[in-house]
Antibody, heavy 120, light 107 residues
Framework: EVQLVESGGGLVQPGGSLRLSCAAS????????MHWVRQATGKGLEWVSAIGIAGDTYYPGSVKGRFTISRDNAKNSLYLQMNSLRAEDTALYYCAKDSSGSYRGLFDYWGQGTLVTVSS | DIQMTQSPSSLSASVGDRVTITCRASQSISTYLNWYQQKPGKAPKLLIYAASNLQSGVPSRFSGSGSGTDFTLTISSLQPEDFATYYCQQSYSIPYTFGQGTKLEIK
């Protein structure tokens, strides 16, 4: 059974940093692209970052230069380093597995999320 | 970036109704369109991928269609467990983007 368990969320001041983690199990982690997707309370979904199996990384303009996605295949873990945090980064952050193969960018499994609150 | 627009934003319906939700892309995305269901306090769940392919385990009352810029999600006969928020998402190009969501409520 695929399981994704996020951790590392919390309260941080504007301009601060936070590192999220996602522990993966139930599949061959190293063989799949992985993503972070966030959702502000009562709002819609926003894709935040992706990392390929070769370590290639991708970001939308809203977080590029501030967030860094990484993975440790030996530990079956995904990370998101978030720097220069802003109030608008406040959200529930989900770790999501990509279906990969010939059809990428499809989120077939999701964790339960970890809450990040940016406030003074 | 490709903008995804869903309509309606909210919808009231009854058990047994047939419901259709529409998603429009700001440019052609072929069939790189996916649908997710999200219930309160839960993570999104993949329903349909590549516009019309049912994810394993998803009931057959759910179906998807469309290509290019216009897509639809249809629930043929609403069940009580279908009341949720539905999101479309394009996987044609990065940044991947979602529609704003359609909240399906009980009438």
């Amino acid at each position: 059974e695929v399981q994704l368990v996020e951790s590392g969320g919390g309260l941080v001041q504007p301009g601060g940093s936070l590192r999220l983690s996602c522990a993966a199990s139930g599949f061959t982690f190293s063989s799949y692209d992985m993503h972070w997707v966030r959702q502000a309370t009562g709002k819609g979904l926003e894709w935040v970052s992706a990392i390929g199996i070769a370590g290639d990384t991708y970001y939308p303009g809203s977080v590029k230069g501030r967030f860094t996605i990484s993975r440790d295949n030996a530990k079956n873990s995904l990370y998101l380093q978030m720097n220069s945090l802003r109030a608008e980064d406040t959200a529930l952050y989900y770790c999501a597995k990509d279906s990969s193969g010939s059809y990428r960018g499809l989120f077939d499994y999701w964790g339960q999320g970890t809450l990040v609150t940016v406030s003074s | 970036d490709i903008q995804m627009t869903q309509s309606p934003s909210s919808l009231s319906a009854s058990v047994g109704d047939r419901v259709t939700i529409t998603c429009r892309a700001s440019q052609s995305i072929s069939t790189y369109l996916n649908w997710y269901q999200q219930k309160p306090g839960k993570a999104p769940k993949l329903l349909i991928y590549a516009a019309s392919n049912l994810q394993s385990g998803v009931p057959s009352r759910f179906s998807g269609s469309g290509s290019g810029t216009d897509f639809t999600l249809t629930i043929s006969s609403l069940q009580p467990e279908d009341f949720a928020t539905y999101y479309c998402q394009q996987s044609y190009s990065i940044p991947y983007t979602f529609g704003q969501g359609t909240k399906l409520e009980i009438k």
